[in-house]
């Protein structure tokens, strides 16, 4: 059964902790995606990755997130340092072109920054 | 730039009976893929169904079926034989395809549209 996981699945942190979000893509997905969801915001695109190259993280706050594909098995974000206004739902998805680029999603992380 | 818009912010639909979700979307390109996903209160992004803007013929999967109309922008979702778990929140999105490469770009999602279903 390929599923995109995603780890850890819900955390809670102080303001200026480090936060680390790591994604495991379906095997044989080249393109790895970041959202995040808000109330306010809606789904919105944070980075991509093809072939573990960053394609666009035109929609990440630089200064404080970082995104990266060590391996084609692994892709992280991390926010350092966390602030309340990053607590949503950070969702991972995957896709290949042989399956006309159909993203699946992981379950998410739940972040809540206090 | 893409947007897509659903007009709809909630929707109520009796068992059994079926229900329409609208979506319109802008765009200049003529190459690229428009999806519905369900979220269910459990938060996760599933995949009900995709349509490429190629294909004149409108997809299908099970209970599900869209009403893809190219020329006026519009992606509409029907929902026959309703059931008790298809309540969730309803996500129209968009994604461009890159002509040179083959590939897709990220999805544009809509605000949402809240299904209930009841007895």
């Known amino acids: 059964d390929a599923r995109v996981t995603q780890t850890p699945r819900h955390k809670v942190t102080e303001m200026g902790q480090e936060v680390t979000m790591r994604c495991q893509p379906i095997l044989g997905h080249n393109t790895v995606f970041w959202y995040r969801q808000t109330m306010m915001q809606g789904l919105e695109l944070l980075a991509y990755f093809r072939n573990r190259a960053p394609l666009d993280d035109s929609g990440m706050p630089k200064d404080r997130f970082s995104a990266e594909m060590p391996d084609a098995t692994l892709a992280t974000l991390k926010i350092q340092p966390s602030e309340p206004r990053d607590s949503a739902v950070y969702f991972c998805a995957s896709s290949s072109v042989v399956d006309h680029e159909t993203q699946y999603f992981g379950p998410g992380t739940r972040l809540l920054v206090l | 730039a893409q947007t897509v818009t659903q007009s709809q912010p909630e929707m109520s639909v009796q068992e059994a009976e079926t229900v329409t979700l609208s979506c319109t979307y802008d765009t200049s390109e003529s190459d690229y893929y428009l999806f519905w996903y369900k979220q269910p209160p459990s938060r996760q992004m599933i995949l009900v169904i995709r349509?490429?803007?190629?294909?004149?013929q409108n997809a299908t999967e099970n209970r599900f079926s869209v009403n893809f109309q190219k020329a006026a922008k519009s992606f509409s979702l029907k929902i026959s034989d309703s059931q008790l778990g298809d309540a969730a929140m309803y996500f129209c999105?968009?994604?461009?395809?890159?002509?040179?490469?083959?590939?897709?770009?990220?999805?544009?999602f809509g605000t949402g549209t809240r299904l209930q279903v009841t007895l």
């Open positions: 349509q490429e803007a190629y294909k004149q």
């Open positions: 999105a968009y994604s461009r395809l890159v002509s040179f490469t083959g590939t897709a770009s990220k999805l544009t």
